[in-house]
T-cell receptor
C-alpha cells in the first residue's frame, strides 16, 4: 500500500543544472499536485493536474515544468536550477470528487541548489 | 496576496489542556476547509475537514469550527497529547473552481509541553 511515491528523496544541484522529480500514485486518483515548502511560507502550489492530459499553473510556477505522463505519474522538471529553488517538494494526489478534496502526500524530496 | 492565513507561527500548550489553532481566509468562494498535520521529514497527513454548510465537525479529540461571516475557522484539540506536537496547516478549496485547487496557509507549529 504505497500511496504516493516520490523520487529522489534528496538531491544537490549546481546552479544551471536540470533535473526531474518523479511522482507516482497507486490509488487511481484523478488529480495530482506539486507543492513546495519553504520556512515561514507554508505549502505553495507549483502546478497541478486535474485529470490525465491536463496541467495548470498554481501560485509559483516560474522556473518549473510538469508532465502528466499517465494517470499514475506526474513529474516536475527544473530546466535550469536556481538557488531560490532550494526547497522541500511534495507531490500529492486526490480523488477529485466527493465531499472533501482530501490530498494524500508523498514523503517529500529535499532539493538543494548551490 | 495570502488567501489563507495562519497568523500564529507557533503555539505551546500544556499536555492535557486544550489546543486552539486559528485560520482566516479572504476568498468567499472557498467552501471546503481542511486541516493537515505534518511531522518533520514526513509529508502532511489529512486530519479533519469541514464543509461551508456546517459550522462544526468533530472527530475524536479534534473539532473544527467554522464562522463563515468572519471567514474564520479554528481547530480544537482536547485533550492535547505529546504526539500532537507537529506543524498544522489550514487549507481551503472551492468546488466552484474547475480545477479543485487547494490553497494552504503557512502553518502553525504546536508544542505540547509535559
Amino acid at each position: 500500500n504505497a500511496g504516493v511515491t516520490q523520487t529522489p528523496k534528496f538531491q544537490v544541484l549546481k546552479t544551471g543544472q536540470s533535473m526531474t522529480l518523479q511522482c507516482a500514485q497507486d490509488m487511481n486518483h484523478n488529480s495530482m499536485y506539486w507543492y513546495r515548502q519553504d520556512p515561514g511560507m507554508g505549502l505553495r502550489l507549483i502546478y497541478y493536474s486535474a485529470s490525465e492530459g491536463t496541467t495548470d499553473k498554481g501560485e509559483v510556477p516560474n522556473g518549473y515544468n510538469v508532465s502528466r505522463l499517465n494517470k499514475r505519474e506526474f513529474s516536475l522538471r527544473l530546466e535550469s536550477a536556481a538557488p531560490s529553488q532550494t526547497s522541500v517538494y511534495f507531490c500529492a494526489s486526490s480523488e477529485n470528487g466527493g465531499e472533501a478534496n482530501v490530498l494524500t502526500f508523498g514523503a517529500g524530496s529535499r532539493l538543494t541548489v548551490l | 496576496d495570502q488567501q489563507v492565513k495562519q497568523n500564529s507561527p507557533s503555539l505551546s500548550v500544556q499536555e492535557g489542556r486544550i489546543s486552539i489553532l486559528n485560520c482566516d481566509y479572504t476568498n468567499s468562494m472557498f467552501d471546503y476547509f481542511l486541516w493537515y498535520k505534518k511531522y518533520p521529514a514526513e509529508g502532511p497527513t489529512f486530519l479533519i475537514s469541514i464543509s461551508s454548510i456546517k459550522d462544526k465537525n468533530e472527530d475524536g479529540r479534534f473539532t473544527v469550527f467554522l464562522n463563515k461571516s468572519a471567514k474564520h475557522l479554528s481547530l480544537h484539540i482536547v485533550p492535547s497529547q505529546p504526539g500532537d506536537s507537529a506543524v498544522y496547516f489550514c487549507a481551503a478549496s472551492s468546488r466552484l473552481y474547475r480545477d479543485d485547487k487547494i490553497i494552504f496557509g503557512k502553518g502553525t507549529r504546536l508544542h505540547i509541553l509535559p
